[in-house]
C-alpha cells in the first residue's frame, strides 16, 4: 500500500514521527535522489525498519538546524 504525502504542514510538530525516504522530497524541495542521497551520506539519521529506511523527525529538524554530518 504506497500513499502519498501530499499534506501540506505548517508547523514541525504536524510532520509524522517517522517519514519516508521519499517524503522529505516535498519538505525539502528536493529530488529522489537527493533524498537518498542525504540519507545514504549520513547527512540526515535514518533507521532501517525490516527493508525500509525511515528517517526520525528530529533527525529531519537536526539536518535542517545545521547539525548535519558533514
Known amino acids: 500500500m504506497s500513499m502519498e504525502m501530499n499534506q501540506t504542514y505548517k508547523r514541525v ?6 517519514l519516508r525516504v ?3 522530497m516535498p519538505i525539502l524541495s528536493i529530488g ?7 540519507v545514504r551520506s549520513g547527512k540526515i539519521r535514518s ?5 525500509q529506511l525511515r528517517i526520525p ?4 529538524v537536526e539536518f535542517l538546524s ?5
Open 47 to 51: 533507521v532501517k525498519v525490516g527493508r
Open 57 to 60: 523527525r528530529d533527525a529531519v
Open 32 to 38: 529522489r535522489n537527493t533524498a537518498y542521497d542525504l
Open 22 to 24: 521519499e517524503d522529505l
Open 66 to 70: 545545521g547539525g548535519g554530518r558533514e
Open 13 to 18: 510538530e504536524e510532520l509524522p514521527l517517522a
